[in-house]
């Protein structure tokens, strides 16, 4: 019987980061309000 | 789609005016980047993303706060906070190197504490106090022989010299200095060991 020979293609994998990490942030993201005064800035996290 | 449409600079500045959608596709966008290049730094995933999420946090903060001045380069930026990050934590690891366990090894498999317990302290100290009781019962000879080659670390020809006899008379109340010891430990079932 005939080898079958096939050809492999080297994969890269596509380097990124955990989705934990990426949805943290959005949430992060949409919980800060930044509040501007004279010379000071306040962080708020809503909950 | 859309996404692929809108440019990074108007991305940004509709995240600015309160689009939160702009910046999941400014992440989505861009993450590949981003990562590759902290962990072609880096070379460790946690680290790496706890490098990724950091830069990304101070992206958002100076976002927010409406600091950024949008020149069209968005991403070039970015790489440079990542890239300053990259140096801090390397700046830190200097000064503390950190060793992480995992599961396959663990530092405790090199690094151990071969210093004597307290009970082990005890029992030495027990044993050689048993040693000398028994040495002390020895015929004067044999002990004055013992305790120069065994405590005093002297040879058997310096022995002879001090004690004023042959090197084999030595040696041989080394022989029976032993013997004795051994008789008595025997007969009275005594453990000298640890």
Redesign the interface.
Known sequence: MAKIYSKKTLVIP?????KE??S???N???A???I?GNKM?F?IIAN | MANVQLPDSLLVHNYIEGD?NA??IL?NRH??KI??FI?SKISDRDI??DI??DT??KV??TL???SYNEEGKFLPWVMRIAHNLIIDHFRKNKKMPMFRETEEFSIFSIMSDDSPTIENKIIREQVDSDLRKLIEELPADQKEVLVMRMYQDMSFKEISEITGVSINTALGRMRYALMNMRKVIDKHQIILTN
């Open positions: 596509t380097m990124k980061p955990k990490v990426v943290f942030l959005l992060y993201s949409k800060l309000s930044i501007k800035s962080e | 939160e910046l999941t992440i993450q590949s990562f590759g962990y790496s993303n990724f999420q990304f946090i958002i903060k927010k706060s409406k």
